[in-house]
């Protein structure tokens, strides 16, 4: 298949993903013949088959953390890509809360549809898993859960990042050196703070440190979708002199187009 980079869904907030004034089905991976969901919240089903998506062809979904707009349609997700089972495949790759809930929350996922994935991984920060030819390396956040993980995606064409719900912390400067998309998580405008999750600022500050080809802001909250939101990401791209792009519902990109050069370095780690 054509590496593609499809966004199921871009609201970020309770306000945006409880109206879906904006979807929130997740992102959509596909390179070298394999498919990668990330964070399949509430919708996923409906926004894959409105964009064209067949998720039988998942080969691993990934959760990042255990909030319900990162994993409200992960079972249902599951149940699609296996037939409920009777096709047995896939890798499940998520942070611990994901996986096992917490003191205050139960996992999403439930025990029955763990055992219908072939292997069930559990990722912290600076930890790494290869499927085919892609390593995929779990990277740090600072969120309201703890465990919340970002991603960076190896590919022997480009290198994508995924910051998941985080606020600005320096340690996101260093996981995600080298790549060439950089896929942001960007809740608030301008001078909102907040320590869990990033603003228009943070991006700002951000972006320069870790030099992508190409930025793509999503996860967008109320108070961004109620403004000339656009008008933000402009400033983006004019002060930091990267290439800067607001996420739309079904928006679809080729990654490659983006890549430095060819990464031709095979990974066999899984």
Do not use: W
């Amino acid at each position: 298949m054509q590496p593609k980079l499809v966004f199921l869904g871009t609201g970020g907030d309770a306000i945006v993903v409880g109206g879906q004034i904006r979807s929130s089905g997740g992102i959509i991976l596909q390179v070298e013949d394999n498919q990668f969901h990330i964070d399949p919240g509430p919708g996923a089903l409906a926004r894959a088959r409105d964009y064209g998506v067949n998720l039988r062809n998942n080969v691993a979904v990934l959760v990042s953390h255990n909030h319900l707009n990162h994993c409200n349609d992960i079972n249902a997700v599951i149940s699609a890509m296996t037939l409920n089972g009777l096709d047995k495949k896939g890798v499940l790759i998520t942070n611990k809360s994901a996986f096992n809930g917490t003191p205050e929350m139960e996992p999403i996922l439930t025990k029955y549809h763990r055992g219908l994935i072939e292997r069930n991984i559990i990722l912290e920060p600076g930890q790494r898993v290869g499927i085919n030819e892609i390593e995929i390396r779990a990277t740090h956040a600072q969120h309201t859960d703890p465990s919340t993980i970002g991603f960076k995606f190896m590919t022997p064409q480009f290198a994508l990042g995924y910051s998941s719900d985080t606020g600005y912390i320096s340690e996101l400067v260093e996981d995600y050196k080298e790549v060439d998309i950089m896929v942001l998580n960007v809740v608030y405008p301008r001078e909102m703070k907040d320590k869990y999750m990033l603003s228009i600022d943070d991006a700002i500050r951000l972006l320069p440190e870790i030099r992508p080809k190409l930025a793509i802001l999503t996860h967008f909250g109320i108070k961004l979708q109620e403004m000339d939101f656009l008008n933000e990401v402009r400033k983006v791209q004019k002060e930091t002199k990267i290439q800067t792009i607001a996420a739309k519902d079904g928006m679809s990109i080729n990654p490659v187009s983006y890549s430095v050069s060819l990464r031709q370095k095979t990974l066999n780690l899984f």
